[in-house]
C-alpha cells in the first residue's frame, strides 16, 4: 500500500500528500513513545458494537449466544460486563477481543470494521489494540517471565533490546522485576495474574480486556489484582472485565449486564447497585 | 524430552543406514580385493581326458603364438605328488609345480636370490627347482644359502637355482604363500607316469577381451577333441563378474533392509511430532491469541522440526561414523562411511523431520483461537 502511494505520489494533491506524510509523522511517534495510535481521544467512541449476533448450531438447535447486542464503550472508561454462566457474555468478550467475529452485525475498534476480517487481519488487531488478561494466566509455561511478557512486542516487530526494555517495565509496573528469570510454575496464582497484566500492558494497547481476572484468585489477591486493574484505568487505559460476579463489578465505572444474549441493564455502577438492590428485595 | 526423542529416531535411522550399508560395503571391497589379487587376467584351462587325443604342449605354444595379440603369458601347470625330502622328514604340505618361464609373470613375484626357471630349463628338462622363501628357510636355515644346493623330490635330485622373495609379510608358514618349489613344466612332467600335461594358466592382454579369448581356446580345444566334455575353460574375470552380480544383489537387499529401518526411524518422528502439536494447541492460542498470524506459527514449528531433525541428522552420522569402525575392526575388514549412504540417510531423515513438523503445524495455524485457548 505505501509502496503504491509512492508510486503515485506526483498524482497526488498537495494537501492530499501533507496528510499522508502527518500520518507518517504521526505513526512514527507513535513508535517512538510505544502508544497505540488508535487515533481515539479520552472520551470518544473506542468500541462499537452494532446489532450484533452469534449464533451457534448445537446439536440441529439455533443457540443465539449474543441476539442483537448494541453498545458503544468511550476511551478511558473502565467497565464491566456482568451475566451469569450461558448469559453469553464470554461469546460478547471473544468478539470484543476480535477472538471471533459475529455471525451478523458490525462491530467497529478504533474506527475498523473488524466483522470482515480474515483471520491473520484479526491476529493483527488483537496484537495493536488489545490487551489480554485471562482468568486461567494463559503464560508459556517454558518460557521465563520476561519472555512471556516480551511475546506481543515480538509479534508486534520490536528487536531484541527494546522488546526487554519494554517487558522490564512492564514487570517493574506489575512488581515482579527481580523474578524475571523464573518460569511462570515457580510463582503464586495472584503473581502469575501479574505476569499477565504486565503482557497485557506493555505493548500499550487500546483496551485492556480481562476475562474473569479474579476467577482463579482467593479474595485478597483478587482485591491487589482488581487494585492494580482500577490504577492503570487510572492512568488513561480502557477496561473491559467480564465477570459473573456482581461484587467484582463494583471495581468497575459502568456496568454493563447480559442475560440470553441481550443487554438487561446497561448504566453507572451506583445505578447499578440500586438496580441490584431493587432485584434482591423483590 | 520430546525433541530428545525426535532426535533418538533420527539419530537411530540415520547411524543404522550409515553402518549397514558402510559395513557391507567394506566387505565387498575386501572381498573383491581379495579376488583380484588372485589374478582377474588369469584363464585356467584344464583337460579331462587324456586317453583318446592328447594336447601336446608344442601344440598349446603354437596356438599361443598364433594369438600373440590376446595373449600375455601362458605357462602349462603340471602338479607333482611326489613328497620333499628334508634329510629324514618330509615337507608334505609344501607345492610343488611344474611351470615355464612365464610363471613369475603371471602370479607377479620377484626373485630374492639366483634366478628363475628359463625357457632352455624346459626345453632341456633340467633338473632345476625354485623354491619359496619359507620352504628355502626350512631346508636351509638361510634363504640367501639356498642357491646351489640340492634338494630331493621323491628319487629325484634338483639343484637350486633361485628364491623367490617373501610374500607374505605377516607370517611365514606351513603350506603358507611363501612354502613352494617351482620345477620346469617338463622336467615335472617327467616324474609323473604320464607325461601328459593336462593343464595351463592363460593370461589376456586385457580382461575386456576375456570373453574372446575364451572363446578362442574353446574353438581350438574343440578342433582337437572333437567333443567339449573332455575340456573346460574357465577366465577368472567371469568368476569376478559372477561376483559383481551377486554383490550387485546383495546392494539391492541392504538397501531395502536400510529404507526400511530409515521408515521406521521416519514413523517414529513422525508420530512424535503429530503429538507434540496436538500437545501444544494452547500454547499455539496463547500465541495468536496475543497476535501471532499463521506464518509466525509455521515457521517457529518448522524451524524447531529443522533443529531437532538437524542436530539428530549430526548426531546420526557421528554415530554411524564410529559404529562403522567399531563394526569394522571387530569382523576384521576395512569399513569407511559412504559419502551416498550418509547423503541419502540424512537428507531423508532430515526431509521426514520437516515434513511432519510442518504438515501439523500448518493445520495447528489454522485453529481458531478460541478453540485453541479452550483445549487444555
Known amino acids: 500500500m505505501s509502496i503504491f502511494s509512492k508510486k503515485t505520489d506526483t498524482e497526488l494533491t498537495e494537501a492530499e500528500s501533507e496528510r499522508t506524510e502527518a500520518a507518517e509523522k504521526g505513526r512514527s511517534n507513535v513508535m517512538d513513545d510505544g502508544y497505540d495510535d488508535d487515533g481515539v481521544a479520552p472520551g470518544e467512541p473506542l468500541i462499537e458494537l452494532i446489532d450484533i449476533h452469534k449464533i451457534y448450531v448445537m446439536g440441529g438447535e439455533e443457540v443465539r449466544a449474543n441476539d442483537g447486542i448494541t453498545l458503544t464503550i468511550n476511551k478511558g472508561e473502565f467497565v464491566a460486563i456482568v451475566g451469569k454462566s450461558g448469559s453469553g457474555k464470554s461469546t460478547l468478550m471473544n468478539i470484543i477481543g476480535a477472538l471471533d467475529v459475529p455471525t451478523y452485525g458490525e462491530y467497529i475498534l478504533a474506527g475498523e470494521d473488524t466483522s470482515e476480517m480474515t483471520d491473520d487481519e484479526l491476529s493483527e488487531i488483537r496484537n495493536r489494540r488489545i490487551g489480554f488478561i485471562f482468568q486461567q494466566y494463559n503464560l508459556l509455561m517454558k518460557l521465563n517471565l520476561l519472555e512471556n511478557v516480551e511475546l506481543p512486542l515480538l509479534y508486534k516487530g520490536y528487536g531484541k533490546r527494546e522488546r526487554e526494555e519494554k517487558a522490564m517495565e512492564a514487570l517493574r509496573r506489575v512488581g515482579l522485576e527481580d523474578k524475571w528469570r523464573n518460569t511462570p510454575h515457580q510463582l503464586s496464582g495472584g503473581q502469575q495474574q501479574r505476569v499477565s497484566i504486565a503482557r497485557a500492558l506493555c505493548a500499550k494497547p487500546s483496551i485492556i480486556l480481562a476475562d474473569e481476572p479474579t476467577g482463579a484468585l482467593d479474595s485478597k489477591t483478587s482485591r491487589d489484582v482488581l487494585g492494580l486493574i482500577t490504577e492503570l484505568n487510572k492512568e488513561g487505559n480502557t477496561i473491559v472485565m467480564i465477570t459473573h460476579d456482581p461484587s467484582i463489578a463494583m471495581y468497575s465505572k459502568r456496568v454493563v449486564e447480559i442475560m440470553d444474549g441481550k443487554i438487561i441493564f446497561d448504566g453507572d455502577v451506583n445505578a447499578y447497585a440500586d438496580h441490584r438492590k431493587l432485584q434482591n428485595g423483590n | ?376
Do not use: H
Not at chain 2, 215 to 241: G, P, R
Open chain 2, 1 to 376: 524430552m520430546r525433541s530428545f526423542l525426535t532426535m533418538l529416531g533420527i539419530i537411530i535411522g540415520v547411524a543404522a543406514v550409515i553402518i549397514l550399508v558402510s559395513v557391507v560395503n567394506g566387505y565387498m571391497s575386501t572381498m573383491i580385493e581379495s579376488f583380484t589379487s588372485m589374478g582377474v587376467d588369469r584363464i585356467n584351462v584344464s583337460v579331462n581326458n587324456m586317453s583318446s587325443r592328447s594336447l601336446d604342449p608344442d601344440d598349446m605354444y603354437e596356438f599361443f603364438d598364433e594369438n600373440y595379440e590376446l595373449f600375455e603369458n601362458m605357462t602349462p601347470s603340471v602338479n607333482v605328488s611326489m613328497p620333499l625330502k628334508n634329510g629324514n622328514d618330509t615337507m608334505s604340505s609344501t607345492s610343488i609345480g611344474g611351470y615355464s618361464e612365464d610363471y613369475i609373470d603371471i602370479v607377479d613375484y620377484d626373485i630374492a636370490y639366483g634366478r628363475s626357471i628359463s625357457y632352455a630349463d624346459c626345453e632341456a628338462e633340467r633338473s632345476v627347482a625354485v623354491l619359496g622363501y619359507y620352504t628355502a628357510l626350512e631346508l636351509f636355515d638361510n634363504a640367501s644359502d639356498a642357491v646351489g644346493q640340492k634338494i630331493k623330490i621323491g628319487n629325484n635330485a634338483f639343484n637350486v637355482i633361485g628364491v623367490i622373495e617373501r610374500q607374505d609379510e605377516d607370517e611365514l608358514e606351513e603350506g603358507g604363500t611363501d612354502d613352494f618349489v617351482w620345477l620346469p613344466y617338463s622336467a615335472a612332467a617327467k616324474m609323473n607316469f604320464s607325461r601328459n600335461i593336462s593343464s595351463y594358466i592363460i593370461t589376456v592382454r586385457d580382461t575386456d577381451d576375456s570373453d574372446e579369448c575364451t572363446d578362442a581356446i574353446e574353438s581350438f580345444l574343440f578342433d582337437i577333441f572333437k567333443s567339449d566334455d573332455y575340456y573346460t575353460v574357465v577366465a577368472n574375470s567371469s568368476l569376478l563378474d559372477e561376483m559383481n552380480e551377486q554383490i550387485g544383489m546383495l546392494s539391492m537387499m541392504l538397501g531395502g533392509i536400510a529404507g526400511i529401518s530409515l521408515l521406521v526411524a521416519g514413523v517414529g518422528v513422525m508420530n512424535i511430532m503429530l503429538v507434540s502439536v496436538t500437545e501444544r494447541t494452547k500454547e499455539i492460542g496463547i500465541r495468536k491469541a496475543l497476535g501471532a498470524k499463521k506464518g509466525v506459527i509455521m515457521q517457529q514449528f518448522v524451524i524447531e522440526a529443522a533443529v531437532t531433525s538437524s542436530i539428530g541428522g549430526v548426531l546420526g552420522i557421528i554415530v554411524g561414523a564410529l559404529g562403522t569402525s567399531a563394526v569394522g575392526t571387530a569382523i576384521g575388514i576395512n569399513a569407511v562411511p559412504t559419502m551416498g549412504a550418509v547423503a541419502v540417510s540424512f537428507s531423508v531423515s532430515v526431509g521426514i523431520g520437516l515434513l511432519f513438523g510442518y504438515m501439523p503445524a500448518s493445520r495447528a495455524a489454522l485453529l481458531n483461537p478460541i478453540d485453541a485457548l479452550r483445549t487444555d
